[in-house]
Nanobody, 116 residues
Framework: EVQLQAFGGGLVQAGGSLRLSCATSGFTFDDYAITWFRQAPGKEREGIAGITVGDGTKYYVNSIKGRFSISSDNTKNTVYLQMDNLKPEDTAVYYC?????????WGQGTQVTVSS
């Protein structure tokens, strides 16, 4: 069974940093994509950063570009989201998503709260 677990959220002051982790298990296909989504109160869930694990291709939305960085440790089956210079508008529940050519899976959310 494919499982994803997101962790690393917490409460941080504006300008601070957090690193989120998405640990995967039960999946053996090498070329797949992991995308971090977030959902703020009253907002739609949006994809903000992704990585194609097979070749390391990365993509970001403009709102976090230059502040967040996605990376993958394939030996640990884990994808990270390093979040620097956090802003109050980054407050949201963050989710990880795994997708390949034939399937898609979601992890549970981890709360990130940024105070001013």
């Amino acid at each position: 069974e494919v499982q994803l677990q997101a962790f690393g959220g917490g409460l941080v002051q504006a300008g601070g940093s957090l690193r989120l982790s998405c640990a995967t298990s039960g999946f053996t296909f090498d070329d797949y994509a992991i995308t971090w989504f977030r959902q703020a109160p009253g907002k739609e869930r949006e994809g903000i950063a992704g990585i194609t694990v097979g070749d390391g291709t990365k993509y970001y939305v403009n709102s976090i570009k230059g502040r967040f960085s996605i990376s993958s440790d394939n030996t640990k089956n884990t994808v990270y989201l390093q979040m620097d210079n956090l802003k109050p508008e980054d407050t949201a529940v963050y989710y990880c998503n795994l997708k390949d050519f034939r399937s898609e899976f979601w992890g549970q959310g981890t709360q990130v709260t940024v105070s001013s």
